[in-house]
């Protein structure tokens, strides 16, 4: 798994021109990787070998699924903007809208999995009524979205992407995450501006950079982050100017804050995409705490993203603040309150997975002691090679 991660992530940052060594399980187990990091389409353009004829056939067909899958997204899109113009709603399509919206995709080149929003908190009412009426119904809410799917909703087809899995779209009303106890939120920066009825873009790339980076910083305390994250990092930092990213530090450094959490996914993405310049990296590392700088140093792709094979106790707890903060972040973790239950459950019913992983519902005990006895494995690592090895080719 850290083979080809690595591998994939070095040849999408850097293209070489041969095709790595790899055994028939390997390439397997590249296509799980390509699949689990978002990254199956831009591969297919971005390299400059080919590989087994399998190999090949994969991308192909993750691109025409990806090409036809952005369509849908697009007419979506439209239909919202349209709706929220009559209704007089002002909205931020997020992340993939944007970075979609600005040029610096192609349509098909990057997966859009779902539509995220941002409404401001007293539209969220007529929001939800509105996605209602394009047959979207609400079917779980968390802590940092509310979810909507389609009314007639269907299983998902099969492994990667595919052009006829149901779309999906976010609710926010804020944008913040958890790290990994202290919210850190970010919103009055996506409202900067003034919006008007319909969908709406960032207020500035600098803006957009910010979200892509808290993103990418909550991804990582829980070891989620996706090679796609860093890509869009890269690509839009490859996008600003001196004075784009002048208004970045400015913007994150309002108010007598500092971008403390900012630092891990920009320095992860110099590390394999040599695209941020020294002076952003020490301007915003200079806030950042001494524990989490020297994890940053160390750690690799794999080791915060979903190619870390194996469950962990307190993942991220490196991004705490203070040894209380440690402690507490612990405390959480072993004894986890009735609130987080509760938000364990509402996102365990809502993985794909969660059918077919034991792990997941499990009581807090029990885990306990199958983490002592054993090392234990994460069904969304899991699920994506299991398939990746009975593809029939």
């Known amino acids: 798994m850290r083979k080809t991660t690595e591998t994939?992530?070095?040849?999408?940052?850097?293209?070489?021109?041969?095709?790595?060594?790899?055994?028939?399980?390997?390439?397997?187990?590249?296509?799980?990787?390509?699949?689990?990091?978002?990254?199956?389409?831009?591969?297919?353009?971005?390299?400059?070998?080919?590989?087994?004829?399998?190999?090949?056939?994969?991308?192909?067909?993750?691109?025409?699924?990806?090409?036809?899958?952005?369509?849908?997204?697009?007419?979506?899109?439209?239909?919202?903007?349209?709706?929220?113009?009559?209704?007089?709603?002002?909205?931020?399509?997020?992340?993939?809208?944007?970075?979609?919206?600005?040029?610096?995709?192609?349509?098909?080149?990057?997966?859009?999995?779902?539509?995220?929003?941002?409404?401001?908190?007293?539209?969220?009412?007529?929001?939800?009524?509105?996605?209602?009426?394009?047959?979207?119904?609400?079917?779980?809410a968390t802590w940092k979205h509310r979810v909507f799917e389609p009314q007639e909703m269907r299983a998902s087809a099969a492994f990667g992407e595919h052009a006829d899995n149901a779309m999906k779209i976010e609710l926010h009303t804020r944008i913040q995450e958890i790290l990994p106890l202290r919210a850190v939120d970010v919103s009055e920066q996506m409202f900067a501006q003034p919006l008007r009825p319909g969908l709406n873009g960032y207020p500035s790339r600098a803006a957009l950079m910010m979200h892509l980076l808290l993103h990418a910083s909550g991804a990582m305390v829980f070891r989620a982050l996706r090679l796609l994250n860093l890509h869009d990092i890269a690509r839009l930092a490859a996008l600003m100017s001196d004075q784009d990213w002048d208004e970045f530090l400015l913007r994150g450094n309002a108010h007598g804050k500092r971008m403390w959490w900012a630092l891990p996914p920009l320095a992860l993405t110099a590390r394999y995409y040599r695209c941020i310049a020294q002076r952003i990296?020490?301007?915003?590392?200079?806030?950042?705490?001494?524990?989490?700088?020297?994890?940053?140093?160390?750690?690799?792709?794999?080791?915060?993203?979903?190619?870390?094979?194996?469950?962990?106790?307190?993942?991220?707890?490196?991004?705490?603040?203070?040894?209380?903060?440690?402690?507490?972040?612990?405390?959480?973790?072993?004894?986890?309150?009735?609130?987080?239950?509760?938000?364990?459950e509402v996102i365990t019913a809502a993985q794909p997975f969660a059918a077919e992983d034991p792990w997941a519902r499990m009581s807090q005990g029990r885990r306990i002691v199958r983490w002592l006895i054993a090392r234990q494995v994460r069904a969304e690592t899991l699920r994506p090679v299991r398939m990746a090895l009975a593809e029939p080719r």
Request: include cysteine; charge should be neutral; hydrophobic fraction near 45%.
């Open 8 to 140: 994939l992530a070095d040849e999408l940052a850097q293209p070489r021109p041969a095709a790595p060594q790899w055994s028939g399980f390997e390439w397997r187990i590249a296509r799980a990787v390509a699949t689990m990091h978002g990254v199956s389409s831009l591969l297919s353009s971005a390299l400059r070998w080919q590989g087994p004829a399998g190999w090949v056939q994969f991308l192909s067909e993750q691109r025409e699924h990806t090409v036809r899958r952005y369509q849908r997204t697009s007419e979506l899109l439209q239909l919202i903007d349209e709706h929220a113009c009559a209704c007089g709603i002002a909205l931020i399509g997020l992340k993939g809208a944007a970075l979609h919206a600005i040029g610096l995709y192609a349509g098909g080149e990057r997966p859009m999995a779902d539509i995220d929003l941002l409404a401001h908190e007293e539209d969220s009412v007529r929001t939800a009524q509105l996605l209602g009426t394009l047959g979207f119904r609400e079917t779980y």
């Open 281 to 344: 990296l020490v301007s915003v590392g200079a806030g950042c705490p001494w524990l989490l700088q020297q994890a940053c140093q160390r750690r690799s792709l794999t080791e915060v993203s979903f190619s870390h094979l194996w469950i962990s106790a307190f993942p991220g707890i490196e991004w705490a603040q203070s040894m209380r903060e440690m402690l507490a972040y612990v405390g959480r973790r072993l004894l986890p309150d009735a609130e987080a239950r509760a938000m364990r």
